[in-house]
């Protein structure tokens, strides 16, 4: 991996942590509890409910994924970077790109 990789993928890095974390805070409203005291139909109040069942599970994944892009950003200048944790080959700068925070190749993420 290049100097030049490792920048635009720094760059990359940041941007899609600055998405991510603003995609963070309409869901932390989405999670908030709903109550009993709400003036909510019984079939409006379910779907709410479903609703916010949804927002938690997008939550999750949004943290999961800032907390792998900011490990991915304190690793990338490191020389093991860029290399599957499985096979050690070199990942795709191209699928580094897409996915910063990949630790595998396609080939072994493929795999699981």
């Known amino acids: 991996m290049t100097i030049e990789d490792?920048?635009?993928?720094?760059?990359?890095?940041?941007?899609e942590i600055v998405k991510i974390e603003a995609a963070i805070v309409p869901l932390l409203d989405s999670t908030k509890p709903i109550s009993p005291e709400n003036?909510?139909?019984r079939v409006s109040?379910?779907?709410?409910i479903n609703n916010k069942g949804v927002a938690e599970a997008a939550l999750r994944s949004a943290k999961a994924?800032?907390?792998?892009?900011?490990l991915a950003l304190t690793k990338v200048d490191d020389a093991?970077?860029?290399?599957?944790s499985m096979?050690?080959?070199?990942?795709r700068p191209a699928r580094l790109m897409y996915m910063p925070?990949?630790?595998k190749c396609v080939r072994?993420?493929?795999r699981r």
Not at 6 to 15: F, Y
């Open 6 to 15: 490792r920048k635009a993928l720094r760059k990359k890095i940041n941007e």
């Open 39 to 41: 003036s909510l139909g």
């Open 45 to 48: 109040r379910m779907d709410a």
């Open 65 to 70: 994924k800032l907390s792998k892009l900011q």
């Open 80 to 84: 093991n970077f860029g290399f599957c």
């Open 87 to 91: 096979c050690k080959n070199p990942i």
């Open 101 to 103: 925070e990949s630790t």
């Open 108 to 110: 072994c993420a493929d």
